[in-house]
């Protein structure tokens, strides 16, 4: 027990020993740590002001996207109304077409008529004026 109790109080005398000979490095150590902490806290306090600033410029950037597709919807919409009326107006031009193709075969036959009522009259008085 004596043995131990020696043992351990040299144990004891040693660590106060090498303690009072490493107290400088360990304080120098701490000091250097913490000067280490606060830069890395300041880099990332700097780190979390650039990642705020462009979330807000995200968000801009989303809030414009946003309204720019609404515009787009809009016109999209103003485009459909503006397609159904070249539409219509595509139809109305394909009856007036029929209709104008209708009367040029009417002419056609009406002159076809004309063309025949006066070689009948021309073979009429052809057969009057020489009998």
Do not use: H, N, W
């Not at 700097?46 to 995200?58: F, M, Y």
Request: overall charge neutral; charged content about 25%.
């Amino acid at each position: 027990m004596v043995a131990y109790t020696a043992d351990r109080r040299t144990q004891t005398m040693t660590s106060e020993t090498v303690a009072t000979q490493l107290q400088p490095f360990v304080v120098e150590m701490r000091q250097l740590f913490a000067a280490q902490e606060r830069r890395f806290i300041e880099r990332f306090d700097e780190q979390d002001r650039k990642l705020d600033a462009l979330a807000g410029r995200v968000d801009a950037l989303a809030g414009r996207m946003d309204a720019l597709t609404s515009r787009v919807d809009v016109l999209t919409s103003r485009v459909d109304v503006l397609t159904s009326r070249v539409d219509a107006l595509t139809t109305g031009l394909d009856v007036l077409t029929v209709r104008v193709d209708g009367l040029k075969v009417l002419g056609q036959i009406v002159l076809g008529a004309l063309a025949l009522l006066v070689t009948v009259l021309i073979a009429v008085f052809g057969f009057l004026f020489t009998t």
